[in-house]
């Protein structure tokens, strides 16, 4: 599949947004929240902001954004459409808690209930991204639980390492370290599930061949023309189009930047109690994470391929 | 689960019956279609770089070309691939907006190109690769079985057939209900064992394909096995005065 830029920021960002709210949410019931409320306030605002960017950027993937309002119609049947209302119900979740944490209302009866939301929106949300990729059998690479899997915890993983990041500027030096000890185990995993899934992929072998999709019984069926010179739709939008090299390096970068860079940097961050560690990691696993997206598409390959092959 | 919706068994399909016995890979149907469909209410489809160095443009209809085997017994195979109107068709749940749609009438598949915002996530749930983006009108397109067309009462009733079925000049191309045992193209699937595209995925496609029957040579011999010699023995040789009288 071809990676569209649009879609990559969109996943990697609100991800690590949704991350964000989820560790804020689970600091603020097990009792190791940010000491000031500022702090927490300033820490949904940037999970807001990241949330908005990522809107606008999925925007920038359709042909009609003025209809976009339309896609919230099918929820019964698609994903894409369900994920299209849990995001705004998301973004809203997590500015009211940002509003009422500037507020400073944080510990009315009903403020209470904002992070179990947040945490319930992120998930759902999760599921969502998810299932669009599971839900198409036919798609090998995707169709399985692990592309959920892989979506939450590299979603947690970032927010993890974004709130270490965050606890640090804003002086939580408590926070930061819980977080930044959650970081190694969360972001330690996440290598592990996306290791899992890289392995099953390794090990796929296509279901549909050049065969079965013609119908034609005889060993050796090859194309000998697409049916066109210049290329078509399903030239540009079902193959990747770099060259081997660039892709194998894609992996590897993503493999580096994603996990083993920010688990270097947070276990010595860790260990000498310098929890602003997770400044230097947060960049650059976030340009992991868009080599991991990047990474995710171009591995994917779509049955459709077989029809276009060879042009003369 | 999200295939519930269109699970239900319709009464009428229509779809193509395409003999790749006569295909003869002549692209006539391929733009008949786009000349039929660039002319209609839908507005043009895009034709980009047209006259420069990579022509690209929205097609519902692709001839393709395939060999099947080794020398020298290899078959060349022209292949037209379309939108194969599924009875499950994967493309239509997973429509955010429900722009991609099965008619209940007669079961084509549709795209209502108001409501489509073009995102392109049809495209990824067809496994045949049926569905084009107009990269002009900025929605997506596909086969619509000319459905501006067979259903058109200003038109001679034979007539009323889609574009690519009107134009090829082999009859290759079948066009017909496939529940309704008695047409044309539910006896050709029968008779002749037409067969759907993919059927690993379950899409249950409407169109459907009649294999390549290998024609067996004239004098009842493979070719590996041809003699000239033995071949010439088995016809009568004229006289050689005869030879010589039509000289």
Same mark, same amino acid.
């Given at each position: 599949?071809?990676?569209?830029?649009?879609?990559?920021?969109?996943?990697?960002?609100?991800?690590?947004?949704?991350?964000?709210?989820?560790?804020?949410?689970?600091?603020?019931?097990?009792?190791?929240?940010?000491?000031?409320?500022?702090?927490?306030?300033?820490?949904?605002?940037?999970?807001?902001?990241?949330?908005?960017?990522?809107?606008?950027?999925?925007?920038?993937?359709?042909?009609?954004?003025?209809?976009?309002?339309?896609?919230?119609?099918?929820?019964?049947?698609?994903?894409?459409?369900?994920?299209?209302?849990?995001?705004?119900?998301?973004?809203?979740?997590?500015?009211?808690?940002?509003?009422?944490?500037?507020?400073?209302?944080?510990?009315?009866?009903?403020?209470?209930? %904002?992070?179990? &939301?947040?945490?319930?929106?992120? $998930?759902?949300?999760?599921?969502? @991204? +998810?299932?669009?990729? !599971?839900? *198409?059998?036919?798609?090998?690479?995707?169709?399985?639980?692990?592309?959920?899997?892989?979506?939450?915890?590299?979603?947690?993983?970032?927010?993890?390492?974004?709130?270490?990041?965050?606890?640090?500027?804003?002086?939580?030096?408590?926070?930061?370290?819980?977080?930044?000890?959650?970081?190694?185990?969360?972001?330690?995993?996440?290598?592990?599930?996306?290791?899992?899934?890289?392995?099953?992929?390794?090990?796929?072998?296509?279901?549909?061949?050049?065969?079965?999709?013609?119908?034609?019984?005889?060993?050796?069926?090859?194309?000998?023309?697409?049916?066109?010179?210049?290329?078509?739709?399903?030239?540009?939008?079902?193959?990747?189009?770099?060259?081997?090299?660039?892709?194998?390096?894609?992996?590897?970068?993503?493999?580096? %930047?994603?996990? &083993?860079?920010?688990?270097?940097? $947070?276990?010595?961050?860790?260990? @000498? +109690?310098?929890?602003? !560690?997770? *400044?230097?990691?947060?960049?650059?696993?976030?340009?992991?994470?868009?080599?991991?997206?990047?990474?995710?598409?171009?591995?994917?390959?779509?049955?459709?391929?077989?029809?276009?092959?060879?042009?003369? | 689960?999200?295939?519930?919706?269109?699970?239900?068994?319709?009464?009428?399909?229509?779809?193509?019956?395409?003999?790749?016995?006569?295909?003869?890979?002549?692209?006539?149907?391929?733009?008949?279609?786009?000349?039929?469909?660039?002319?209609?209410?839908?507005?043009?489809?895009?034709?980009?770089?047209?006259?420069?160095?990579?022509?690209?443009?929205?097609?519902?209809?692709?001839?393709?070309?395939?060999?099947?085997?080794?020398?020298?017994?290899?078959?060349?195979?022209?292949?037209?691939?379309?939108?194969?109107?599924?009875?499950?068709?994967?493309?239509?749940?997973?429509?955010?907006?429900?722009?991609?749609?099965?008619?209940?009438?007669?079961?084509?598949?549709?795209?209502?190109?108001?409501?489509?915002?073009?995102?392109?996530?049809?495209?990824?749930?067809?496994?045949?690769?049926?569905?084009?983006?107009?990269?002009?009108?900025?929605?997506?397109?596909?086969?619509?079985?000319?459905?501006?067309?067979?259903?058109?009462?200003?038109?001679?009733?034979?007539?009323?057939?889609?574009?690519?079925?009107?134009?090829?000049?082999?009859?290759?191309?079948?066009?017909?209900?496939?529940?309704?045992?008695?047409?044309?193209?539910?006896?050709?699937?029968?008779?002749?064992?037409?067969?759907?595209?993919?059927?690993?995925?379950?899409?249950?496609?409407?169109?459907?394909?009649?294999?390549?029957?290998?024609?067996?040579?004239?004098?009842?011999?493979?070719?590996?096995?041809?003699?000239?010699?033995?071949?010439?023995?088995?016809?009568?040789?004229?006289?050689?005065?005869?030879?010589?009288?039509?000289?």
């Amino acid at each position: 599949m071809k990676p569209a830029f649009s879609i990559i920021l969109f996943t990697t960002v609100a991800g690590a947004a949704q991350g964000l709210a989820c560790v804020l949410a689970v600091a603020s019931l097990a009792g190791f929240a940010p000491q000031q409320a500022s702090s927490i306030a300033m820490m949904l605002w940037v999970a807001t902001a990241m949330l908005l960017v990522s809107l606008v950027a999925s925007f920038f993937h359709l042909g009609h954004p003025m209809r976009a309002w339309r896609a919230a119609l099918m929820w019964r049947t698609s994903w894409m459409s369900r994920e299209v209302i849990v995001l705004p119900a998301f973004i809203a979740i997590t500015a009211g808690w940002a509003v009422a944490a500037s507020l400073g209302v944080l510990d009315a009866g009903w403020a209470q209930l %904002l992070p179990w &939301a947040a945490i319930v929106g992120a $998930l759902l949300l999760w599921l969502c @991204t +998810g299932m669009i990729y !599971a839900c *198409l059998r036919f798609v090998q690479e995707w169709a399985h639980p692990l592309t959920v899997i892989n979506y939450v915890m590299l979603g947690l993983s970032s927010g993890l390492v974004t709130a270490t990041a965050l606890g640090a500027l804003a002086g939580e030096t408590a926070f930061a370290s819980h977080a930044g000890a959650g970081a190694i185990i969360i972001t330690a995993l996440a290598w592990f599930t996306r290791g899992l899934s890289l392995r099953r992929n390794a090990r796929l072998r296509p279901k549909s061949t050049t065969q079965s999709a013609t119908g034609i019984q005889a060993a050796r069926v090859v194309q000998k023309s697409m049916g066109m010179t210049g290329g078509s739709f399903n030239t540009r939008e079902f193959f990747h189009g770099a060259s081997q090299r660039v892709y194998r390096n894609a992996k590897r970068i993503f493999l580096m %930047l994603a996990f &083993a860079v920010p688990l270097s940097i $947070l276990a010595v961050g860790f260990l @000498t +109690g310098a929890p602003a !560690a997770g *400044l230097l990691a947060f960049p650059l696993q976030l340009l992991g994470l868009v080599a991991e997206r990047w990474f995710f598409f171009a591995q994917a390959r779509h049955p459709q391929n077989i029809y276009y092959q060879m042009v003369s | 689960m999200s295939q519930a919706e269109v699970q239900e068994t319709l009464a009428k399909q229509l779809a193509l019956v395409i003999d790749l016995n006569v295909c003869v890979g002549c692209h006539a149907c391929v733009t008949s279609c786009k000349e039929w469909n660039t002319s209609g209410a839908a507005g043009p489809l895009a034709d980009l770089n047209a006259y420069d160095e990579q022509p690209t443009g929205t097609f519902f209809n692709r001839v393709q070309t395939f060999e099947a085997d080794s020398f020298p017994n290899t078959q060349t195979i022209h292949f037209p691939k379309s939108c194969l109107h599924c009875e499950d068709p994967p493309c239509v749940p997973v429509c955010p907006t429900g722009a991609s749609y099965k008619r209940k009438s007669d079961g084509i598949v549709l795209v209502d190109y108001d409501k489509c915002i073009g995102c392109k996530y049809c495209s990824w749930a067809c496994p045949y690769g049926a569905r084009e983006f107009d990269e002009e009108r900025k929605v997506m397109t596909k086969c619509t079985l000319c459905v501006d067309r067979i259903y058109d009462e200003s038109l001679a009733p034979h007539d009323r057939k889609p574009a690519c079925v009107k134009a090829c000049p082999t009859g290759a191309r079948l066009f017909g209900d496939v529940k309704d045992p008695d047409s044309d193209v539910s006896k050709a699937i029968r008779e002749r064992g037409g067969y759907q595209l993919m059927p690993e995925w379950e899409t249950q496609p409407s169109n459907h394909y009649l294999p390549r029957k290998i024609t067996t040579s004239a004098c009842g011999r493979s070719q590996d096995e041809f003699r000239l010699g033995d071949f010439l023995r088995t016809k009568s040789v004229p006289s050689a005065t005869a030879e010589e009288g039509t000289r």
